[in-house]
């Protein structure tokens, strides 16, 4: 491509743009390069400055990714270099980077680790999803894998980490640091584990790939509603593990979970990227391929016969309205018991929102408000948005308009996400009238089912 003649902010727009899209995976093939996840990410920055340098004097390259990746490779050799070790990495790598043309196209490199053993590429054929298992390693604890994998694997801010997990961002800044140097303290070989080890690990990836699609679903800032593409990632890796792991029901569930309120993004938006709440999508738009593939899913959790996990019962919800031909046609009262049961099985006050919202539709906003009114008395969601936006709706759905203003602007200033606050600034005043209803939640730790 022609150079951008020095155009710097076009060419951190498009370094930017790359590094949304391709995060993962660069990260993901420099780490199994190296066998160090830390130096991988470091690696990573370091080619993304010297892109920033470049790329307005050479032009933005056609494949970024593969420049950054190949940038960090070329980064890492002379790391070694500098380090002596350079005539040993060689030899384990089949002297296959004595070149450039090499250093891009070194298969045997990539089937290496960074002490020259073969790594097991039997069980995991993707760079990606065996990144996550490996981020998840049980040395760590399970807040720190959930949190290192959405930052290296997910690509996700420190800031959209703390809204997935409902802590403050310092406290994820610290887990991340604190698992790294765990990593390397206990010299964790970066590899991929043996199926037997799998079982160990599945809850924390499980998680993690709930948690980026939960971000696809809806962002934590910017302009735009939702990050289709990041919920996308998110539904190839589930789909990735439902192969990898086809006896394990959660799995399959949250495939479906995923593939249920995947069905609704054509809907959900304007033209203009306005959101659009449950009861005015325009049910025709809705992807019912992807519902009939949700069916599916499900049905194959169910017939493990395990009994419905917290997975299999929110797609189960999820369901009950990608199911239902009209929004009045909703069968409130059977979200109301799934909500309950998933409630025993994964105590929550998010999930308690949730079931508040539910009881709102199937017997009225006043015995929702007592539930609510219960989450705000604990405590237990300070700070969290979409609390003050759930009982905004029940106030003005109870005629008391100046309290349900006040929710609607506290709920606004909240979010960082413009969409988010102009949707809950005009329901302060007073529109749009919608009711703010659940379809599903996203996740049962951090998103409450606001109805979009």
């Known amino acids: 491509m022609a150079p951008e003649n020095g155009n710097a902010q076009s060419v951190a727009h498009a370094v930017e743009s790359v590094w949304r899209a391709e995060a993962a995976q660069i990260v993901a093939t420099l780490a199994r390069f190296t066998g160090d996840l830390g130096f991988a990410e470091d690696l990573a920055q370091d080619a993304l400055t010297d892109a920033l340098a470049q790329w307005p004097v050479t032009g933005i390259p056609s494949n970024g990714a593969a420049w950054l990746t190949t940038v960090g490779k070329r980064k890492a050799v002379d790391a070694w270099r500098r380090q002596q070790r350079l005539d040993t990495r060689y030899e384990s ?222 797609a189960a919800i999820a369901e009950c309205h990608a199911t239902s031909p009209t929004a009045d046609d909703t069968d409130w009262a059977q979200i109301v018991l799934l909500y309950e049961a998933l409630g025993q099985l994964n105590p929550s006050p998010v999930i308690d929102l949730n079931r508040a919202v539910a009881v709102s539709m199937a017997t009225g906003p006043a015995s929702a408000l007592v539930i609510v009114d219960r989450l705000v008395d604990a405590n237990s969601l300070a700070g969290y948005s979409l609390l003050h936006a759930v009982r905004g709706d029940l106030l003005a759905r109870l005629g008391r308009a100046p309290d349900a203003r006040l929710e609607f602007e506290a709920a606004a200033a909240l979010t960082s996400n413009e969409r988010e606050q102009t949707l809950l600034l005009a329901k302060a005043r007073g529109t749009p009238p919608t009711v703010i209803a659940p379809e599903e939640p996203p996740h049962t730790t951090q998103e409450a089912a606001t109805g979009v």
């Open 93 to 314: 790598m089949g002297h296959g980077l004595l070149t450039d043309q090499q250093l891009e196209n070194a298969p045997d490199a990539r089937e290496m680790t960074s002490d020259g053993s073969a790594w097991n590429l039997d069980e995991i054929d993707d760079d990606v999803l065996r990144l996550v298992f490996v981020a998840c390693h049980p040395v760590l604890s399970r807040e720190a894998q959930v949190c290192l994998t959405l930052r290296v694997v997910g690509g996700l801010s420190s800031a959209e980490i703390a809204r997935a997990v409902l802590v403050p961002v310092a406290t994820v800044q610290q887990r991340i640091v604190r698992a790294k140097r765990v990593l390397r303290v206990a010299k964790v070989p970066f590899e991929v584990p043996e199926r037997s080890e799998f079982q160990a690990r599945l809850g924390a990836v499980l998680e993690v790939v709930y948690l980026i699609f939960n971000e696809g679903y809806v962002a934590t800032s910017g302009d735009t509603w939702g990050r289709v593409d990041v919920a996308a990632e998110a539904m190839r890796l589930g789909v990735l593990l439902a192969g990898l792991l086809p006896r394990e029901p959660e799995v399959h569930a949250l495939v479906a979970l995923m593939q249920f309120q995947s069905s609704r993004f054509d809907a959900r938006t304007t033209p203009d990227g306005e959101p659009v709440l449950l009861f005015d999508q325009d049910r025709s738009l809705w992807n019912h391929a992807l519902i009939a593939r949700g069916e599916v899913s499900l049905a194959r959790a169910d017939a493990l016969g395990r009994g419905r996990g917290p997975y299999a019962l929110q």
